[in-house]
């Protein structure tokens, strides 16, 4: 069914943003991590890296598990989908990242605490940054950390790698750009997971929300551009698109056809 890939990437983001997004928001809304800044900081990016781990082999040999459009536009950039494929994989993921922020939202409004300061782990530069950082720093921060996570992504998914471990060495490099990027600005490194909170917290968080569409965006094609340099074969390096009904070898490409 072509529609497969699709609704993988769907419910896959949605549940990135429920689990990512609902520990930050615990973490720094609720404060389930008391005090502590760095708690939070590592509580919120293992969260982002575990569920990323989980996802990859639950949805990988179906979608390839993106998730996440910086992902998806490197995938493009490097020739390994078709611009056809990566707009219906924008389309999902951001639904999804909106399904997913919208149950969480709902779920926490269910409690008696919640308020909109306590926020939905939305990013943020100037006042919304633990470090104050302003447009500049927090722009530069997204295309670096995009750009190391889309790159992982695309050296560890080539045919000669090892598939059984590049689930974990994306959670790892999620996790990892989470702890440097969460002071800066809280971290996006995906448009779809930015944008399902802002839309439910506004204010601040929406409009900012350009810069982490934008950032990712680049940090994600530039990682590309180095990917296609390093390893000049391309499509004969990366690894070979998810399984079909007769197939059963699992893959991170997305579906072809």
Same mark, same amino acid.
């Given at each position: 069914?072509?529609?497969? /890939? ?5 419910? @896959? ?9 609902? *520990?930050? *928001? ?7 991590? $008391? ?8 509580? *919120?990016?293992?969260? #982002? ?7 990859? !082999? &639950?949805?990988?040999? %179906? ?7 910086? %992902? ?11 611009? &056809?494929?990566?707009?219906? !994989?924008?389309?999902?993921? #951001? ?9 969480? !939202? ?12 306590? $926020? ?11 470090? $104050?950082?302003? +447009? ?6 997204? %295309? ?6 889309? #790159? %992982? ?33 809280? *971290? ?14 506004? @204010? ?19 990682? +590309?551009?180095?990917?296609? #340099?390093? !390893?000049?074969? $391309? =499509? =004969?390096? +990366?690894?070979?698109?998810? +399984? ?5 070898? /699992?893959?991170? =490409?997305?579906?072809?056809?």
């Amino acid at each position: 069914m072509k529609n497969r /890939p699709l609704i993988a990437e769907a419910v @896959g983001t949605a549940l990135l943003v429920f689990f990512g997004a609902g *520990t930050a *928001t615990l973490a720094f809304g609720f404060k389930t991590t $008391g005090s502590s800044i760095s708690a939070g900081v590592v509580a *919120t990016a293992l969260a #982002f890296g575990l569920i990323l781990l989980a996802l990859v !082999y &639950a949805f990988g040999p %179906v979608s390839g598990c993106h998730i996440n459009p910086a %992902v998806t536009i490197g995938f493009l950039v490097g020739r390994r989908i078709t611009f &056809a494929e990566a707009i219906g !994989y924008w389309i999902a993921q #951001f639904i999804g990242a909106i399904a997913g922020a919208a149950v969480l !939202y709902g779920t926490f409004n269910l409690t008696s605490s919640y308020t909109k300061s306590t $926020g939905l782990g939305a990013n943020g530069f100037g006042a919304s940054s633990m470090i $104050g950082a302003n +447009a500049g720093a927090a722009f530069i921060a997204e %295309v670096i950390l995009t750009f190391l996570f889309v #790159f %992982v992504i695309l050296t560890v998914t080539r045919r000669v790698s090892n598939a059984a471990v590049a689930g974990l060495v994306i959670g790892l490099a999620l996790t990892t750009v989470h702890l440097v990027g969460i002071p800066i600005d809280g *971290t996006s490194v995906n448009p779809a997971r930015s944008l399902g909170p802002a839309l439910f917290v506004g @204010g601040t968080a929406l409009s900012q929300l350009w810069l982490f569409i934008v950032a990712p965006l680049v940090g994600g094609a530039l990682s +590309a551009l180095l990917y296609q #340099f390093l !390893y000049p074969k $391309g =499509e =004969e390096e +990366a690894s070979v698109a998810p +399984a079909r009904e007769e197939q059963t070898q /699992p893959v991170t =490409e997305p579906r072809r056809g």
